[in-house]
């Protein structure tokens, strides 16, 4: 059923606002998914942080502009699913990435990061970064390293003290 023209500007509108403030994004073929399989991805897609949109390219094409995301119109071709990952960058790419082994239909074509676009081999990469959670807590592991150091080394000296006093206090008591 086709689109009205007012149905295709505010779905321009929303995915341009949802690309104004996305981190990443990633394209995939999804040619050959069910409409069950498609909705069980938009589910956990929405758990996850992502925005998940099927899309026109002629519509992409607009509702990029003015982004970072500006550099993939050159690549729309085909039936294009568009995720953006709002959360953290790497979201989106972990969505595809574990959909994609589930379902072989689902092909990753680019993604998009920083405004460059890059090849889908480079998905794995992108789905390796750490979330926010994770960054954080290895900064604080970070941080936190060279304090507990300086706890250790400074509790060692009078541990070791008192082990030698131990030591000779056991020699006098034997001799």
Avoid at 23 to 32: D, I, P
Avoid at 52 to 71: H, M, P, Q, W, Y
Avoid at 83 to 105: I, T, W
Avoid at 146 to 164: C, D, F, H, I, Y
Wanted: proline share 5%.
């Amino acid at each position: 059923m086709p689109m009205s023209l007012e149905q295709k500007k505010a779905m321009t509108a929303e995915v341009n606002a949802v690309a104004q403030s996305a981190h990443s994004a990633v394209a995939a073929e999804y040619r050959g998914i069910k409409a069950t399989e498609m909705d069980s991805l938009r589910a956990q897609a929405r758990n996850q942080g992502v925005y998940l949109r099927v899309v026109k390219n002629s519509i992409a094409r607009r509702a990029v502009e003015g982004t970072d995301f500006e550099c993939m119109t050159e690549e729309f071709s085909g039936p294009l699913m568009l995720a953006f990952s709002q959360e953290d960058p790497g979201s989106a790419a972990r969505l595809v990435k574990s959909y994609a082994k589930e379902n072989s239909n689902l092909v990753p074509k680019f993604v998009s990061i920083s405004g460059s676009v890059y090849p889908a081999s480079e998905l794995e990469r992108l789905a390796s970064l750490p979330t926010r959670d994770e960054a954080i807590s290895k900064l604080m592991a970070t941080m936190k390293a060279p304090t507990q150091k300086l706890a250790t080394t400074l509790n060692e000296v009078p541990g070791k003290l008192v082990r030698t006093l131990a030591a000779v206090r056991d020699a006098k008591e034997a001799g």
